[in-house]
């Protein structure tokens, strides 16, 4: 094992105040069971989860609500036992609505009898790991939700070579992560240690920013005598330093070519709260069921970082935190550059709920419709090399066209133009309805095609 | 160097475009597009250097000899409309698309004043047969130049706002006005 | 004398210029279908894009070529469409004419708002952060799309909702496309009873936000022995297909979601 | 707490912001042109607070106006027509009757800015726009200059006007002669400090570098556009000076002298009017540079700043296409499609 300063630096960024000093030093404190659990069955992308589960049913911990409804999907389960209040639609941590499963807590929180003792996992063959992550529910956990299993078999011809384990946590104001690096290094060791085993990739690299010294001399002790080819990375802080696609560049100088997957460079990557996971699922047989979030902002009573089960709802988590302190201007699930604003706080929380943000009016944006002003600062700001100036003039234009040619597609959502932009343009904004709207024109053209082929 | 610095003079000193105005039509009609009015440029380079140079023979061995200058102007424009013409068959075969998108323009280069003013000016200069081509290709140049970089700013102003008054070709009239208004620091740089 | 001279000197370049065309027309001719020209000179050539196509001529080319509806013309009606229907012997298809409706009566004054928005005023782009703060996730959110993306301007926003005129619409139906929330539906114009909400909430979960929502008490539908009228997913649905003559069915909705509008004429909340 | 009465807000992401805004970047504008204004009040005088007060008061009650009529949003809070007034002044000379001025502030406000929406429409530099009106319509009081304040050699004067540096080289080399003690009217020395005749804001070197550097510290401009401009002509000046010693003055004449640094680090580095790429600010500046020098040296005028700039800012549109970055994860610059 050695450790290396930033290798690469990926173009763009910038730097937010980051605010992680309110809750980076208190250890993980696990909130008791809410009498009602909200649970989402599309925390991950793909394919929502088909419920297994009806009104009425008794359910214990860890007992499957839902089943994976195509390859790309994942299993959800009982977060605690209880009873089965509704399958329904209700609105979701997305902003959404999305089927949701109600739990009433029984307040025992019963598990399911332990079939069999902790696996010797070094002797199972790479295919029933990879089965047991995907019976562990596991899905990326640092925002994206992708679930796990399918990152881990690559289709014919593609060969994952680079594992890439990220503790970069960019946001500000999340500490998540960053307790997790520090409380359970050995965790995750134990994690690289089964991802080595499933991928066999030749090199390994724990990205970490540089100001998290403390993360990365706990991880520096856990992996000291680590037998593979394996490098601390310490990156730069910057925002969006933790973006797959960037944190492959700053460990790799590969690039993700633009429509790709980080597969096609040979790169993959896991958050570290992910590693975690993965040793629960395959190790102890536990299913993905709580989460570790950081409660935070100005607008909390007591900022914690707080083990929750999933579908917890923010009220619930809130109240754990000391509840609303003042009048909080926004709710946010996740952190400020790419979290969620949410319009209620009777939602459950998600596996990829990693913050719960209340934000006092004077710490938060204020999009105007002013009008660009040709500044050039989103230009220099944006991590993808794109315009942010020039696309939004042209979505808002609607003329997608030129948005398309522009290469609105290769937008990651970082963020970093609107937190830059002078006229407090809501840039994100305009990339995402461009987004869709160029994809929607694609789609369009495709079947367009199509038809006039069957016709000629 | 004479002939360079009569080229100069045409692209920017007395653009066709920007200090004469001639050629305004399709200066504001085609430049929308920055491939559909680079097309429109190279049509109208070609069209204004042989024009020149046929226009010059016409006047020099036919008309002059015969005392009929007076036909001037509708003999230029026979000449003129032709090599329009020859331009839009060769167009419409070689570049549908280009074709499509200069419309009407293309036809209307033969009404164009700018090809019939440089025909017209070459005679009243008294230029030469060289002189003539060259004075025909560096305003068909300056007209090429004047039209792409007002492409640039059309673009520009489509994303504008201004008052609904103004908007369209209004607009376009104003910024071609300031165009002309910065052109005119290019004044006596060539003294011709 | 002088004529003469004049007459050679034109005629002569005439000639000169002819015989050059003439040569070059031979060697670059292209060739096109003529009823493509025959089709575009009936179109009204305002390229208004409401056919869907790229303008009159792109539309003209199709319908020749690739044997687009010949009836897509809005600015030109029934009676462009005959026209090409006789030029290119094609049948026009008559139907009765359609208009937009949108499905929600959930104004500022039934719907309270319980969150600020601050974000671009498109449907779209709020829907996609899930909605610009009405309570109601099923509902008009009132930013205009739709009225942005009619060509006649037959779409008013009233107090914080959408409102087709009927006697204005086109039936062009872009519209329909631009609601993020699918609330607005091309009906035929003679329809006149409909249930002006889409929310697939439960009864009070609907009460607890809007005051003029469906709660699915059922009344409605027995009333008319569910026959054109039917409960879907805690919703009535008027079955458009069937007219609907009963008006006696509008006093028994309680929260007046059912209402009456005929052809423009009718009582918009 | 309910969540109907909660009334917090929901948005797009980001939530947080870098606290910068339009009208903050103005302010530090006008900050950073207040050492420009002294210096000119010093050098000449009353004059200068009497330009500046007409062109703010003009350009601001004109935005305001225009704004009213057009049933548009009042802008007048984010600043910028008191920064093109300010602009504006700085670029007339301080004889200039008080009416031009006025016709000057309409011309950049109104024709210029308004007609196009308002700021972030603008194509062309709106103060630049009113003093390039100005210098065709009134080409006479345009060219007339107030001798400053601490005239080095006063045989060269006669009773109020008096050349600029420029001008007087031009002019004499028109007629074919040498200027007759220029160098001992115009030192390198009041060049810097501001002390020779030109437009109110022009002529203090060290008043606009100081200037520049508050608007580098503050992120209002970044170094390409001023360093390539400055470059440009410092490097041509150069080069035609060692060719002709006689006939070109030296390149620090060319850069200390006319409105270089004015232009290149307020009016060439103005953001809607410029391009948004780093490559293209490096081109901005050097096209700048070059069209300035032809004109100085081949063109009919003595100084070429302001058409050089107005002229780079048509091609502006251009260079932001032909300067697209690289995207990530796409192979090739695509400049056009």
């Keep these: ?456 | 160097m004479e002939y360079i610095l009569l080229i100069i003079s045409a692209v920017l000193v007395n653009n066709f475009v920007l200090t004469q105005f001639l050629g305004i039509c399709p200066f504001l009609g085609v430049s929308k597009d920055l491939a559909t009015a680079a097309g429109m440029g190279g049509a109208v380079i070609f069209v204004m250097t042989l024009a020149s140079a046929v226009t010059w023979g016409l006047q020099a061995f036919v008309l002059a000899p015969l005392h009929a200058e007076y036909l001037q102007t509708i003999a230029f424009i026979l000449v003129i409309a032709t090599f329009v013409q020859f331009v839009e068959l060769v167009l419409k075969k070689t570049s549908p698309g280009l074709h499509k998108a200069l419309g009407i323009y293309l036809p209307l280069i033969t009404t164009n004043c700018a090809v019939l003013g440089v025909a017209v000016l070459n005679i009243k200069k008294e230029h030469n047969c060289l002189e003539s081509i060259t004075f025909g290709f560096g305003a068909a140049l300056g007209f090429a130049l004047a039209l792409i970089l007002f492409t640039g700013l059309r673009e520009k102003i489509a994303r504008s706002n201004p008052p609904q008054c103004f908007r369209g070709t209004a607009i376009a009239l104003v910024t071609a006005g300031l165009l002309s208004l910065a052109f005119m620091g290019f004044a006596g740089l060539v003294k011709m | 004398m002088e004529l003469l001279i004049q007459t050679l000197i034109i005629g002569g370049t005439g000639l000169v210029c002819a015989a050059i065309l003439a040569v070059a027309a031979r060697f670059l001719s292209v060739h096109e279908d003529p009823r493509v020209e025959a089709v575009g000179n009936l179109l009204p050539g305002i390229n208004c894009g409401t056919c869907g196509f790229a303008g009159c001529g792109e539309y003209a080319r199709d319908i020749v070529l690739h044997g687009a509806p010949i009836n897509l013309c809005k600015p030109g009606g029934s009676e462009i469409a005959a026209k090409i229907g006789a030029s290119i012997g094609v049948q026009v298809p008559t139907d009765e004419r359609q208009v937009a409706i949108v499905l929600c009566k959930g104004d500022d004054g039934a719907v309270k708002r319980g969150v600020d928005y601050n974000g671009l005023l498109d449907c779209s782009a709020a829907q996609q952060i899930g909605g610009n703060g009405k309570p109601c996730r099923y509902g008009c959110m009132g930013l205009a799309s739709c009225a942005r993306s009619c060509p006649v301007g037959a779409i008013e926003i009233r107090k914080g909702l959408a409102i087709v005129h009927p006697d204005l619409c086109i039936s062009c139906a872009k519209c329909v496309s631009v609601c993020p929330r699918k609330l607005i539906r091309m009906i035929p114009e003679s329809r006149s009873i409909h249930v002006l909400c889409s929310s697939m909430d439960r009864g009070p979960d609907v009460r607890k936000v809007c005051s003029v929502g469906c709660i699915a008490c059922t009344l409605c539908a027995k009333a008319v022995n569910n026959q054109g009228i039917s409960m879907k997913n805690n919703l009535a649905v008027v079955d458009y297909s069937v007219p609907l003559s009963d008006e006696g069915v509008i006093a028994k909705c309680p929260q007046h979601t059912l209402e009456k509008r005929v052809g423009g004429k009718g009582v918009c909340a | 707490m309910t969540d109907s009465s909660a009334g917090w807000i929901v948005s797009p992401s980001p939530h947080t912001h870098s606290g910068d805004s339009v009208s903050r970047i103005m302010i530090t504008v006008i900050v950073a042109l207040v050492p420009s204004l002294v210096a000119g009040v010093i050098v000449f005088g009353w004059d200068t607070i009497r330009l500046t007060t007409i062109c703010v008061a003009t350009c601001v009650v004109a935005e305001y106006i225009v704004r009213t009529m057009m049933r548009r949003d009042i802008g007048i809070t984010d600043w910028s027509a008191v920064v093109t007034g300010i602009l504006l002044a700085l670029n007339l000379p301080p004889t200039l009757p008080g009416w031009m001025a006025i016709v000057g502030s309409l011309s950049a406000i109104v024709v210029a800015k308004q007609l196009y929406g308002g700021i972030g429409y603008n194509l062309f530099n709106p103060a630049l726009v009113g003093r390039c009106v100005l210098l065709i319509s009134f080409p006479v009081a345009m060219t007339t200059w107030a001798v400053p304040a601490f005239v080095p050699n006063a045989s060269a004067v006669d009773a109020t006007t008096m050349a600029t540096p420029l001008g007087a080289w031009k002019t004499a080399w028109a007629s074919g002669n040498a200027p007759a003690s220029f160098f001992e009217t115009y030192p390198i020395r009041s060049l810097i400090l501001g002390n020779r005749p030109g437009c109110v804001g022009e002529t203090s070197v060290v008043a606009l570098l100081l200037g520049g550097l508050i608007l580098l510290w503050r992120r209002c401009i970044s170094w390409h556009t001023p360093v390539l401009f400055i470059g440009t002509v410092a490097v041509f000046a150069g080069v035609l000076h060692q060719a002709d010693p006689a006939r070109n003055l030296p390149a620090a004449y060319h850069v200390f002298s006319g409105g270089i640094f004015l232009g290149a680090f307020f009016m060439a580095t103005d953001m809607v009017t410029t391009p948004v790429t780093r490559s293209g600010m490096l081109i901005f500046g050097a096209g700048c540079g070059l069209i300035t020098m032809i004109i100085r040296k081949w063109g009919g005028y003595p100084e070429g700043v302001s058409f050089s700039i107005l002229i780079m800012n048509a091609l502006t549109p251009l260079i932001n296409r032909f300067t697209r970055p690289r995207t990530f994860g796409h192979k090739g610059r695509e400049m056009e499609k």
């Design chain 1, 1 to 456: 094992m050695i450790t290396l300063g930033a290798l690469f630096n990926p173009r763009g960024g910038i730097h937010p105040a980051y605010h992680k000093d309110s809750t980076e030093s208190l250890p993980v404190e696990a909130m008791p069971v809410p009498k009602s659990l909200y649970v989402a069955l599309n925390q991950h992308l793909g394919a929502p989860s088909k419920p297994v589960v009806k009104k009425g049913d008794v359910v214990v911990r860890g007992q499957p609500l839902a089943e994976p409804a195509g390859y790309v999907s994942s299993w959800v389960h009982a977060p605690t036992s209880g009873v089965i209040r509704s399958v329904e639609s209700r609105l979701t941590a997305s902003g959404q609505l999305g089927p949701v499963v109600e739990i009433e807590a029984d307040g025992r929180d019963e598990g399911l009898p332990c079939t069999s003792a902790p696996a010797e996992w070094r002797n199972l063959p790479a295919r029933e790991l990879v089965e047991m992550v995907l019976a562990g529910g596991v899905i990326g956990m640092g925002g994206a939700g992708f679930p796990t299993q399918v990152k881990l078999l690559p289709p014919q011809g593609k060969v994952i070579h680079t594992l890439i384990i990220n503790g970069a946590e960019c946001e500000p104001y999340l500490t998540a992560d960053y307790r997790i690096m520090i409380e359970q290094s050995e965790k995750i060791r134990q994690g690289v240690e089964i991802l080595h085993r499933i991928l066999n990739a030749t090199k390994v690299f724990i990205a970490v920013e540089d100001n998290k010294p403390a993360a990365i001399s706990a991880l520096e002790k856990a992996f000291r005598d680590f037998a593979g080819e394996l490098a601390i990375v310490v990156v730069k802080t910057k925002y969006p330093q933790g973006a797959e696609k960037q944190l492959i560049y700053s460990c790799t100088r590969r690039e993700v070519p633009s429509g790709g997957l980080p597969m096609d460079v040979g790169a993959l990557v896991e958050n570290v709260g992910t590693a975690t996971a993965i040793v629960d699922a395959v190790v102890a047989h536990r299913p993905l069921v709580e989460r570790i979030v950081t409660v935070t902002g100005d607008a909390i009573g007591q900022p914690k970082n707080v083990l929750a089960r999933t579908g917890t709802s923010f009220r619930d988590l809130i109240a754990f935190c000391g509840g609303i302190r003042g009048n909080p201007g926004k709710v946010i699930c996740g952190g400020p550059m790419m979290g969620v604003a949410q319009s209620s706080i009777d939602v459950g929380m998600n596996k990829t709920t990693s913050g719960l943000l209340l934000l006092s009016r004077a710490q938060i944006q204020q999009y105007s419709s002013m009008p660009c002003i040709g500044c050039g600062r989103c230009v220099q700001a944006c991590p993808s090399g794109l315009l942010p100036c020039f696309l939004s003039e042209n979505i808002e234009a609607e003329n997608y066209g030129e948005a398309e040619a522009l290469n609105v597609l290769d937008c990651i959502e970082c963020g970093a133009c609107a937190f830059e932009c002078p006229a407090h343009r809501p840039l994100v904004q305009h990339m995402r309805m461009g987004k869709a709207k160029v994809l929607q024109r694609r789609r369009q053209r495709e079947a367009k095609a199509g038809q006039k082929e069957k016709a000629s």
